[in-house]
Every structure is written in structure tokens, then in C-alpha cells.
């Protein structure tokens, strides 16, 4: 029988005001039930923001250094359980065990990041322009921040997103994906084994327009930190203007490799591959786009081919599979949509089909496809498939490279491979992307430097890093005059008078 899970109020684990239930089930196998969950509505998010509201008196007057010391243990407790959750994880939305304990590597280290964070929190401190005064500006938290997250990474984004805003003080009502909610719940189980106090951190489950919706209408929710597709994001940017929320958004991508003629074409294709096939292709900085400089062209598209061909799928706990299966059938139905649109508009090279031989028939899989010769304003070139698609289009000069490179809405990742230091610079001044690699594929960012794309990737915030400090915490300047006379800023310049 599958488990029944509940949404998290306060101290409290309760089923959705209505009573209504989903279930979550796996990709690789539909008849693996993960569990029941509570179809919440506005009334649960109410509860819940009632709940974050409440307790955010007495955590955000925390002294930082001790909610750190609280994600100090909380990081520790996501190490002891790393295995239990990155098998969840598999389970619960295909990615191989590799790469889901890689997800919960990165919760951990996000954890440990912002546990140090808390002894820092720095602020500045400058001369003030009149004798006798004291001039700093500090951070403050903002209050209960909303936070809807997709299920590619079910865990390292819920943690990308609540450390930084739990450091800064701020309490936390998250959404999780509704193809993902086992995975969120036993991670938050775990913030409050760690302790981290009631009502710091809510979660309802639920769909995106009853919960989602209602935590971006609601008047007591101060922020909004989201990641999803574009036009999602969009819509959350619209309806969040109505109560003047801080929104930040990390949305789609589609991202190129870019291959020169003196590249490493071994070290290329091995990282073409890892970018292109891992997850799935279902990750925002999959390399969707190859861009292979004619001359070598013919040759790495034979080879990409052959490793392809290799490539096994199946369930991603099984050691021997390399590609797991993808979220679920609609995703099949899209990506095989793609695919239909792609044989018009370049050359099928391997895959194509949903893959349905034996045991996948009863999971949702997709087979590793590449299309060669695709002109870059081709449909397959421009939108966000998010599965394991890749084009590959050729260029002949490093000036058409830049504008293939930039022709796309997106601006998330960007890689190039070259054994030329002068193209390698030119590469990060040019290419219009928030993460730039050079002789690495498109994906493997880390937790310590700002994580984010520009155009329609986001609307300009950063996660992870020092910079994630910026969204969660709202600036106060303060200027403290012991002086003990009226001085009056840009009006009592007596040292300039006085020259
Ligand atoms: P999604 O369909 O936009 O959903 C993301 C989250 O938003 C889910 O929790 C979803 O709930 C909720 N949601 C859906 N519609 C909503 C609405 N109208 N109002 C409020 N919330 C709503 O995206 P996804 O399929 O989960 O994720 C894939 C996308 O995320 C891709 O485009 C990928 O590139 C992007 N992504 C970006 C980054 C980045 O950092 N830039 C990282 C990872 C993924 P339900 O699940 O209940 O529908």
C-alpha cells in the first residue's frame, strides 16, 4: 500500500483542508506507487502562511550565528541520510543514483555554505561625509517567503532556495513539484530533526494553480523565489505585481557547446554527452545545442553517434543504466512532438522514438536523439525541449559562432572547446549567459558562486553564493550623528568651504 504523506503547518502534519489527495509515482515504473499526497488549496496555504507568520518573530531575532549552527546540523544530517534520499530520489523522478547523490551533495554543501554565512551576513561600513558620524548599512530578513520549485533537482533547489532565506531570517512556505513532493517532504522532516523551529519551514503539497496561485496572491507573503519554465515565470512576475512582491525567477535554457577546430575532440564528446544525456537532457543547462565548427563537423557527429548508440536505459537504481527515464508521459508526448518537428528540419542521426523495449515499456523513456546539420533558427535549435534532444549545427567563422551562440531567447549556460587562450576570453566577454565554461560541458555549477542566466532565463537574481543574500535580505542604511549639533548633509560642506 502506497504511504500517505501530509502537508507540514507549523508543528503540525495535516492533510489538505479538503481532504483530496494525489499520488506521486514513479518514472520508471508507473506501477511503483511513491505515495499520497494532500491536493491542497488556498485554505492550507493560509494555515501555513499563518504559521510562517508566527514564527518569525522569534527566528529572525535569532542571533545568525545560531540558525547557522542549526544548518550546521541540519547539513550534517543530509550527509548521514545522503543515501536514503538520492535512492528517493531515483525513484521518485528517474535521475541514475550518481547523479541524485550529487543532488544531495549539493544541498549539503549549499547547507555548510550558509551555516558559515551566518557568521558573516556582512554589511559595509563607510565614512560619512560630516565629522562625527558614523555611516554603515546592514542586512535585514524581509519576512515569509513563498518558494515553488520544478522537480528536476527535487532537493539541491528547495535548499538552494531555503538556506539563504532561512540565514538571512527569513520563515519559508514551500511548494513542491507536483511530480516530486516525496522527495521535499523527507527533506524538510530532516530541517526539523535538525532543528530548525516549528513554522520556520512549512510545506503544502498541491497543484500549481491552487497552491502555486495562492501563495503568489497572498497579501502576508513577502517574496517569491521560483524556478520553472518561462512562462510560467512570467505569469508569477504578473500576478506578483498586484501585492508588490520581490519575485525571483530562474527559468529555461538552451544551452550550446561550442566545438573549434583545435579542440580536444576526446574531451568534447565526453563532456558533450555528460551535458546532452545527463538527467535526461531534463536539466536547465543541458547542452541542447552542439555547435561544431565545420571542418571537424562530419567526424564528431560520427563519433557522438557511436557513444550514443552505447548509451543504456533503464531504471537509474540499476548500476549498469546510464540514461533513466524522463518525468513522465507527457514529457514523452512533447519530446516525441519534438522529435517529429526536428526530421523536417534536420538530419535524424540516432533515436527519435520513445523507447519502449521490455521492462520501459511500463516507465516513461525516451531514446538519446541527435539531429546534425541544423540550421540554428530551426524550432529544435531555439525552444526549450527539456529532454534527451540534441542539435548539432555547424558553423564556419567565430563571428557566425557568437551570433548562434546569442540567436536564442535563453542565456542560462555557455561552453567552449579550444585550445586557444585569445577565443577562450573572447568566448566569456561575448557569449550572453550567466554561467560560462571553458573545456568543461554546459552543467556542474557550484554552491559558492551566483547561479542564474540572463534574458529569458531570469529576471536578474542569483541563486546560491553571496549572492543569493541579495534576494532574501532587504538593505538599511544607518547613520548614527555624534556630533551633538544639527549637521545637514550636502548642505554643511564646511571642508570644502573652507579650502
Ligand atoms: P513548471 O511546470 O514551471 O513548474 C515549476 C513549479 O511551479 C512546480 O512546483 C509547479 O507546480 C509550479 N507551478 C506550475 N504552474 C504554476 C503557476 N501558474 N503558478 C504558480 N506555480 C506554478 O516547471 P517544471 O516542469 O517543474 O521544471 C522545468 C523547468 O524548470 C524548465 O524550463 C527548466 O529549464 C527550469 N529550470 C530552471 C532552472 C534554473 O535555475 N534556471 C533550474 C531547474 C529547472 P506543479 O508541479 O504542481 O505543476
Redesign the pocket.
Known amino acids: 500500500m502506497a504511504s500517505t504523506y501530509q502537508n507540514l503547518i507549523g508543528d503540525r502534519w495535516a492533510a489538505a483542508a479538503s481532504g483530496a489527495t494525489f499520488t506521486s509515482v514513479s518514472p520508471a515504473n508507473h506501477e511503483d506507487v511513491i505515495g499520497e499526497f494532500p491536493a491542497s488549496g488556498p485554505a492550507d496555504v493560509d494555515a501555513a502562511v499563518a504559521a510562517a507568520r508566527a514564527a518569525y518573530p522569534g527566528w529572525s531575532l535569532m542571533p545568525a550565528p545560531k540558525r547557522g549552527e542549526i544548518l550546521f546540523k541540519v547539513a550534517r544530517l543530509l550527509a548521514e541520510h545522503k543515501e536514503e534520499l538520492a535512492r528517493l530520489m531515483t525513484r521518485e523522478m528517474g535521475k541514475v543514483l550518481p547523479e541524485a547523490r550529487g543532488d544531495v551533495q549539493e544541498a549539503i554543501d549549499v547547507a555548510y555554505y550558509m551555516a558559515g554565512e551566518g557568521r558573516r551576513l556582512f554589511g559595509q561600513t563607510v565614512p560619512s561625509e560630516m565629522p562625527d558620524k558614523f555611516a554603515m548599512a546592514i542586512r535585514r530578513p524581509i519576512g515569509v517567503a513563498g518558494i515553488?520549485?520544478?522537480?528536476?533537482?527535487p532537493i539541491a533547489?528547495p535548499a538552494w532556495k531555503l538556506f539563504p532565506a532561512l540565514i538571512c531570517g527569513n520563515t519559508a512556505v514551500l511548494?513542491?513539484?507536483?511530480?516530486t513532493p516525496a522527495c521535499v517532504v523527507r527533506f524538510v522532516e530532516l530541517l526539523r530533526e535538525g532543528g530548525v523551529p516549528a513554522g520556520v519551514v512549512n510545506v503544502v503539497t498541491?497543484?500549481?494553480?491552487e497552491v502555486?496561485?495562492a501563495l503568489?496572491d497572498h497579501p502576508d507573503v513577502r517574496l517569491i523565489s521560483?524556478?520553472?519554465?518561462?512562462e510560467?515565470g512570467v505569469?508569477?512576475s504578473r500576478r506578483a505585481a498586484e501585492t508588490l512582491k520581490r519575485v525571483s525567477l530562474?527559468?529555461?535554457?538552451k544551452n550550446p557547446i561550442v566545438i573549434w577546430e583545435d579542440a580536444d575532440l576526446d574531451l568534447a564528446l565526453d563532456s558533450v554527452v555528460w551535458s546532452a544525456f545527463g538527467t535526461s537532457g531534463q536539466?536547465?543547462t543541458a547542452a541542447s545545442r552542439i555547435v561544431v565548427h565545420r571542418s571537424i563537423h562530419d567526424r564528431f557527429v560520427q563519433v557522438l553517434r557511436d557513444r550514443v548508440a552505447k548509451l543504456v536505459l533503464g531504471d537509474g537504481l540499476e548500476e549498469t543504466t546510464d540514461v533513466g527515464p524522463v518525468i513522465n508521459d507527457r514529457a514523452v508526448e512533447r519530446i516525441a512532438a519534438y522529435a517529429a518537428i526536428g526530421r523536417d528540419e534536420g538530419e535524424l542521426v540516432i533515436g527519435g522514438e520513445p523507447a519502449r523495449d521490455g521492462s520501459l515499456a511500463s516507465g516513461s523513456f525516451f531514446q538519446p536523439t541527435i539531429f546534425a546539420e541544423v540550421r540554428p533558427d530551426a524550432r529544435i535549435a531555439q525552444e526549450?525541449i527539456?529532454g534527451p534532444v540534441t542539435s548539432v549545427i555547424p558553423v564556419d567563422s567565430w563571428e557566425e559562432t557568437v551570433e548562434v551562440v546569442n540567436g536564442v531567447k535563453y542565456g542560462?549556460s555557455t561552453s567552449l572547446f579550444t585550445r586557444d587562450i585569445n577565443l577562450a576570453f573572447r568566448s566569456i566577454r561575448d557569449f550572453d549567459s550567466g554561467l560560462g565554461y571553458v573545456n568543461h560541458g554546459t552543467i556542474g555549477a557550484e554552491a559558492h558562486l551566483p547561479?542564474?542566466?540572463v534574458k529569458a532565463?531570469?529576471n536578474g537574481h542569483r541563486?546560491v553564493g553571496q549572492a543569493a543574500l541579495e534576494f532574501f535580505s532587504e538593505w538599511k542604511s544607518v547613520y548614527i550623528d555624534y556630533s551633538g549639533r544639527l549637521q545637514r548633509a550636502q548642505i554643511d560642506t564646511t571642508f570644502v568651504d573652507q579650502e
Do not use: M, Q, Y
Not at 515553488?148 to 533537482?153: C, E
Open positions: 515553488i520549485t520544478p522537480w528536476n533537482f533547489i511548494k513542491p513539484a507536483s511530480d498541491g497543484s500549481g494553480t502555486g496561485h503568489v521560483f524556478t520553472g519554465h518561462t510560467t505569469e508569477i530562474e527559468l529555461g535554457g536539466r536547465c526549450e527539456f542560462l547561479f542564474g542566466g532565463t531570469g541563486e
